[in-house]
């Protein structure tokens, strides 16, 4: 499941906490860089079609490279790109600072305007360059399969007869079969390592001696394997919900099924500890039974036409990754349960026009990134033997990645991640992250032998900085103004411990959804693909 995501599922590690999976992990390829020594045109600037890029004053163009870095001169295709200028003195300026959302899959061409949200002005000696990575968004071609995969009233994730598994099946085989008649050559070069030649492309379209990097989620794997090949090019880098790059892809999802069962079980008990507002259980328990026992209730018999089991599990991860919207899952379930009002759990579904773009491209990177079982019962097993113990999220994940056991294009090697060259590195990774568990930030500070941790302590928030947390936030803004991080300690720990993105009170953030004033909400608005 992908690692930046507001309404499905998500992705990141291996073999299992607990011991419910083993997993191998994937054999790592030696570093090396491009095979070629590509260089694109320069950037031919000109105006946005997005409107907030437009107010931003940004300027949008696009970078031309090859298919296949191993054949220069063959196939082109284009890399959308966005950029909002320093506002310093050209003396002060800092170069470009490439962002990465996440996914894989996301869309980056809106993060142009991301150095408006960095305090104290720590932003504004940084050319800030949004991207559409390679078959995602306005970037050409992009890659489309089954718009409407994920519509309303799919077949139940859990397989409790023969039928609904060969139906999944079916669909996985189906949606593999469509990427493949839609872009079949780009299929076989939408690795990692492939969006990481892509950003030396940028940087050199840019005409920059090195790049500033700021990757949330999927977007930390980019940065550690742009930084274990091009070190030197590498100045700066932010890593938020930072990626274990030994644990690509298979297992990733395992451990995350029982990280998110983790989260949501936080977030249920944030429910009964508001049974004042909600009057949906006093205990975590008997919160987490009425989302087991509603969610059971719609199988055949989906609230508003629409919202059967699976959207009601895909509304609640949405809690399971983020606090932010804590409130208005939790008012969508005492709709549901107390009113039978399905439109706030439509609202949050969403709807039409529905659109894969970003998870084909999620499948064209991890299902080929690495190798995955080829064998639909070792997935079968796997899953179930996970479910026992960690139900909330397992045939969820399943079957989001399940379109890799047809995938058309042949997997590759990972890179084997070294950041003993890169000069310095932030990290960020709150304690009981779902997505991206707290051990993968661990891992890599050992990788990254000159970076520093900052943990939100006890947090269950993925990738959630500069959501105005003071104590995060200004040591951010310190490090991209001076390069200056804090001290690095002795042993597997985090450097900085800060408080976790705050959980919202109820009253309170109901007031502020009118209002969407600053911060985080500001933040969150402006970043909308909507």
């Not at 940087?203 to 930084?227: D, H, W």
Request: hydrophobic share 40%; with cysteine.
């Amino acid at each position: 499941m992908r690692i930046r995501r507001l309404v499905v599922a998500a992705t990141v590690s291996s073999a299992l906490v607990a011991g419910v999976v083993s997993v191998p992990l994937a054999t790592a390829a030696p570093a090396r860089p491009a095979s070629s020594g590509y260089t694109p045109p320069p950037v031919q600037w000109g105006a946005c079609d997005v409107p907030r890029l437009v107010s931003a004053g940004a300027q949008c163009g696009y970078v031309v490279v090859p298919l296949d870095y191993d054949r220069p001169n063959g196939a082109k295709i284009q890399l959308a790109v966005s950029r909002v200028k320093h506002k310093t003195p050209d003396a002060q300026a800092q170069g470009p600072m490439l962002v990465n959302p996440g996914g894989p899959g996301g869309s980056g061409l809106i993060y142009a305007i991301f150095g408006d949200f960095v305090p104290n002005g720590a932003g504004d000696s940084y050319d800030w360059i949004g991207f559409d990575p390679r078959g995602v968004g306005e970037s050409k071609p992009a890659l489309s399969c089954i718009p409407d995969y994920a519509g309303y009233n799919r077949p139940f994730y859990v397989p409790v007869t023969q039928k609904l598994e060969q139906t999944w099946l079916k669909r996985s085989k189906a949606y593999a079969k469509a990427c493949d008649a839609d872009q079949h050559a780009l299929l076989s070069h939408l690795k990692t390592i492939d969006s990481v030649h892509d950003m030396e492309s940028i940087r050199k379209a840019l005409g920059a001696p090195q790049i500033n990097f700021y990757g949330f989620s999927f977007g930390t794997y980019l940065g550690q394997v742009y930084g274990t090949l091009y070190p030197s090019k590498l100045r700066r880098a932010v890593f938020d919900g930072v990626v274990d790059a030994r644990r690509v892809w298979y297992g990733a999802n395992f451990d995350q099924d029982i990280a998110f069962n983790k989260s949501v079980k936080v977030f249920f008990q944030y429910v009964a500890a508001h049974d004042s507002t909600w009057h949906l259980g006093k205990t975590e328990a008997i919160v987490e039974l009425r989302y087991y026992a509603e969610m059971h209730k719609l199988i055949g018999h989906p609230a508003g036409g629409k919202i059967g089991p699976d959207e009601w599990n895909d509304v609640f991860t949405q809690a399971a990754y983020y606090v932010y919207g804590w409130v208005d899952v939790a008012n969508a379930f005492a709709a549901w349960v107390h009113d039978r009002d399905a439109a706030p759990l439509v609202d949050l579904y969403g709807g039409p026009p529905f659109d894969d773009n970003e998870y084909a491209v999620y499948l064209g990177v991890t299902c080929t990134d690495a190798p995955m079982p080829s064998n639909w019962n070792t997935w079968r097993r796997d899953t179930w033997r996970t479910y026992v113990k960690a139900p909330f999220l397992a045939w969820n994940n399943t079957w989001f990645n399940a379109p890799c056991v047809y995938w058309p294009a042949k997997a590759g090697r990972p890179v084997k991640v070294d950041g003993s060259k890169v000069k310095s590195a932030l990290l960020i990774n709150e304690t009981l992250d779902p997505a991206t568990p707290y051990s993968g930030a661990l891992q890599t500070r050992k990788t990254f032998p000159h970076s520093v941790l900052i943990e939100g302590v006890g947090g269950t928030t993925h990738a959630g900085s500069l959501s105005g947390v003071t104590c995060t936030d200004d040591r951010i803004a310190a490090y991209l103004q001076t390069g200056a991080l804090p001290a690095r300690r002795p042993g597997n720990r985090s450097d900085v411990q800060c408080d976790p993105v705050p959980a919202p009170e109820p009253a309170a953030a109901t007031a502020a959804k009118s209002a969407s004033t600053t911060g985080t909400s500001a933040l969150r608005v402006a970043l909308s693909p909507r």
